[in-house]
């Protein structure tokens, strides 16, 4: 099973600022199959970015990824207030298809 | 409208069963593949299981350990999970999940899922 690892737990930011999230795999993850997702309270997750740097559709260009292999990033260049929530990383490229443990982008 | 409604969760005795169904609309199910994501409360997303379209494929969650099963009908257009010798552990809301377009497995369409209490 390939453990995903999101660094930070927590990340406090103000609107306007530029947010950075790792997700780090324990074994390489194949053609880049990883995929970002949002989840705001008391809603289910929403597909934000697939492919490690295809946005999915709607999702606004201020946010993008990168990576490969075992180390993704997630960049959301302008923060909105709409961003906040928690954000999770998975990978499809083998099952099991398992999921990071979240980190929580939070208002400053 | 494109979605998901899961349906059957709600209260489960340690050691009892449930089956959990989801109603796909707005799209073409039997074209799709279908998954199973769980959260426990206050945690993170846990996979659960998945099908392929034509149910070639079917996958699970190493930590499931064979009590659940993953099934398709395609005449009722529904997904289903049946859950067997439940634990308080498998307390969680179930989402029913979309595959990605293109048959990879990542998830394009979520269900608003359904609450599984696992108690005594």
């Known amino acids: 099973e390939i453990v995903l690892t999101q660094s930070p737990g927590t990340l406090s930011l103000s609107p306007g600022e530029r947010a950075t999230l790792s997700c780090r795999a324990s074994?390489?993850?194949?053609?880049?199959?990883l995929a970002w997702y949002q989840q705001k309270p008391g809603q289910a997750p929403r597909l934000l970015m697939y492919g490690a740097s295809s946005r999915a559709t709607g999702i606004p260009d201020r946010f993008s990824g990168s990576g490969s292999g075992t180390d993704f990033t997630l960049t959301i260049s302008r923060l909105e207030p709409e961003d906040f929530g928690v954000y999770y990383c998975q990978q499809y490229g083998r099952s099991p298809f398992t999921f990071g443990q979240g980190t929580k982008l939070e208002i400053k | 409208e494109v979605q998901l409604v899961e349906s059957g969760g709600g209260l489960v005795k340690p050691g009892g069963s449930l089956r959990l169904s989801c109603a796909p609309s707005g799209f073409t199910f039997s074209s799709s593949t279908m998954n199973w994501v769980r959260q426990a409360p206050g945690k993170g997303l846990e996979w659960v299981s998945g099908m392929t379209a034509s149910s070639t494929y079917i996958y699970y969650a190493d930590s499931l350990k064979g009590r659940f099963t993953i099934s398709r009908d395609y005449a009722e257009n529904s997904l289903y999970l049946q859950m067997s010798s439940l634990r308080a552990e498998d307390t969680a809301v179930y989402y029913c999940?979309?595959?990605?377009?293109?048959?990879?497995?990542?998830?394009?369409?979520w269900g608003r899922g359904t609450l599984v209490t696992v108690s005594s």
């Open positions: 999940v979309r595959g990605a377009w293109n048959g990879d497995w990542f998830f394009d369409l």
């Open positions: 074994q390489s993850v194949s053609s880049s199959n």
